[in-house]
Every structure is written in C-alpha cells, then in structure tokens.
T-cell receptor, first 113, second 111 residues
Framework: DGGITQSPKYLFRKEGQNVTLSCEQNLNHDAMYWYRQDPGQGLRLIYY???????QKGDIAEGYSVSREKKESFPLTVTSAQKNPTAFYLCASSIFSSQETQYFGPGTRLLVL | AQSVAQPEDQVNVAEGNPLTVKCTYSVSGNPYLFWYVQYPNRGLQFLLK??????LVKGSYGFEAEFNKSQTSFHLKKPSALVSDSALYFCATYNFNKFYFGSGTKLNVKP
C-alpha cells in the first residue's frame, strides 16, 4: 500500500448525511481513481482524474462527487443521494500511461448507521 | 468493449501443489494485462503485468503468468502453493485511461 494513504479506515454514515473519504499519494502520480468493492463483485470505477482540476465519471458515479485541487489529493464525497453506500472504497493512482501499474491504498470501509 | 473474465469464484489447492488461477480477456488492440492480489480488508497489491515481449511473465512472490494470444488467456500460476498465498486474486486490463477488473477468484491453500 506504500505511498497512498486513505482515511479513515472505517466510516459510519447516518441517513441523509454526506461523508468524505480522504485519499493522498506521495508518488507524484498524475492519475488517481476511486473504486467501490462489494462482496463477491469486482472493483467498479466511480471517478477518475488524469490531471489537476479535471476528472471524469466512471461506471457508477451517481451519488458521488470528487475534487482534484492538488496532484496529491483526490477526496471522494458520498452524498445522501447514494442510497446504498455500504461498501469498501479503494483509491488508486498511476503514472498517466497505458503501461503503468496502478497502486492502491489500504481502503475505507463505509457503513450506514 | 474491454473486459476480463475470471471463470472461477474459488480455487482450492493443497500446500505444495501447483496452482492456476484463470483469466480470459476481450480487448481491442494490444492487451495490457495485470494480476493483483488482495488480502482481507486491504488494498490490492500488484503481482505482475504483460505489456509486450515474452509470453511468460514472472512477478512477485514466485507467481508467473502466461499470455496466450490464441486462447485469449492470461492465467496466473505458481509451481508450489503456500498457505500464505490464500487471498483474493484479480485479473485486470487497461484501455483508454481506465482499468477493467475481473470479478475476482478466491484462492484457498490448505495445509
């Protein structure tokens, strides 16, 4: 997991509440990604960003928002519009190139109270 | 559309035996293929990748994978399994700025 940190490790959300998951990397990577992982399923892409101040929706962006104000940081907000937010959220980063490996953070588990 | 498929949800092997975790791909253009491993409640760790060149790719922890263009496969292998290899394994491909992951295969290595 080296070089990418996610916090908190566990997060609890109340009904109607927005919560923000932190992702920071010190690898000087251009691209950053957010994935959602549900039991028995693979990773599904929520949002990704290739450069600062720019990001694109992934396959399941509804109910989520992101920002990329700094190269090192790519926070994910789970909004109240996301009706089924309970999942394991993984942040990743890579050099912006098709041949480069993606490196993952340790993950944040989001639970609904 | 780019995709990878892992046909087995779970693979069981005895410690010391060879293991294979299967992956097939469907991509347009040159395939860039990856294997990752995930331990419980952790992020994914990179094992190996195929970009071009030798069809047999060697990676971390004694794992290797064989790229087979005719069968569109990229199976992960290890000659002798360890109990500590028990984990969730993901095959992935990359195209147009996005990674596409398989559904994962749980590997159980029994003593």
């Amino acid at each position: 997991d080296g070089g990418i940190t996610q916090s908190p490790k566990y997060l609890f959300r109340k009904e109607g509440q927005n919560v923000t998951l932190s992702c920071e990397q010190n690898l000087n990577h251009d691209a950053m990604y957010w994935y959602r992982q549900d039991p028995g399923q693979g990773l599904r892409l929520i949002y990704y960003s290739q450069i600062v101040n720019d990001f694109q929706k992934g396959d399941i962006a509804e109910g989520y928002s992101v920002s990329r104000e700094k190269k090192e940081s790519f926070p994910l907000t789970v909004t109240s519009a996301q009706k089924n937010p309970t999942a394991f959220y993984l942040c990743a980063s890579s050099i912006f190139s098709s041949q480069e490996t993606q490196y993952f953070g340790p993950g944040t588990r989001l639970l609904v109270l | 559309a780019q995709s990878v498929a892992q046909p087995e949800d779970q693979v069981n092997v005895a410690e010391g035996n060879p293991l294979t975790v299967k992956c097939t791909y469907s991509v347009s253009g040159n395939p860039y293929l990856f294997w990752y491993v995930q331990y419980p409640n952790r992020g994914l760790q990179f094992l190996l990748k195929y970009i071009t060149g030798d069809n047999l790719v060697k990676g971390s922890y004694g794992f290797e994978a064989e790229f087979n263009k005719s069968q569109t496969s990229f199976h992960l292998k290890k000659p002798s399994a360890l109990v500590s290899d028990s984990a969730l394994y993901f095959c992935a491909t990359y195209n147009f700025n996005k990674f596409y992951f398989g559904s994962g295969t749980k590997l159980n290595v029994k003593p």
